[in-house]
């Protein structure tokens, strides 16, 4: 028998119902995903607790409206940090400090000639996203290049969701690409 790979844990096909159920809403009782699928809540206990100390859960995070909360404009920019920073910190400790910006939403890493980060940002508006902007251009000029800039009204937000992908992932299929654009009818 194989020794299970914990960086790849096999999930059965329960596992995978129990999760896309979580990914729906994480909030979801063990006992509506047992009553669904036929299983005792004990049963469904059990799973959630596999996927989640097999670190395939992380944890559950609540979907926000930013633009209730006040976040009104969001910019993605693409960064690129000099060698000064390169030579004085290794890329776990520029990603643990990328963390901790309060503003920074989303943070991406990506080997580029041209860009080292991709960073979603959120701003009350536009005036504070200046601010901001024109600090890391001023204040860090040394060490970050602000390669492109896209800001955006989060009323232009389409989408915020995975589940999509997840689907796929979990089912091994592919989605077809005629679906990924408008049908004429």
């Keep these: 028998m194989k ?9 059965t ?13 994480a909030k979801i009782p063990d006992s509506d995903i047992a009553q669904k699928m036929g299983l005792s809540p004990q049963a469904v206990f059990k799973i959630r607790h596999k996927l989640e100390e097999s ?11 930013l633009k209730k909360l006040g976040i009104h404009i969001m910019v993605f920019i693409v960064i690129k940090l000099h060698s000064v920073v390169w030579e004085e910190y290794s890329d ?62 989060t009323e232009k937000v389409i989408t915020q969701s995975h589940i999509g992908l997840l689907y796929e992932i979990l089912d ?3 989605f077809p690409m005629d679906e990924f654009f408008l049908k004429k009818k």
């Design 3 to 11: 020794p299970r790979d914990p960086e790849n844990p096999k999930l």
């Design 13 to 25: 096909k329960h596992d995978q119902e129990v999760l896309k159920s979580i990914i729906q809403h």
């Design 55 to 65: 670190g395939i859960i992380k944890g559950y995070q609540p979907v926000l409206d």
């Design 92 to 153: 776990d400790e520029i990603s643990e400090r990328i963390r901790k910006i309060p503003y920074v939403i989303n943070a991406y890493r990506i080997v580029e000639a041209k860009a080292s980060h991709i960073l979603l940002m959120g701003f009350r508006d536009i005036e504070q996203m200046n601010r901001h902007v024109t600090r890391i251009q001023t204040k860090f000029s040394r060490e970050i290049d602000i390669i492109h800039i896209y800001p955006f009204s």
């Design 172 to 174: 091994k299929k592919e």
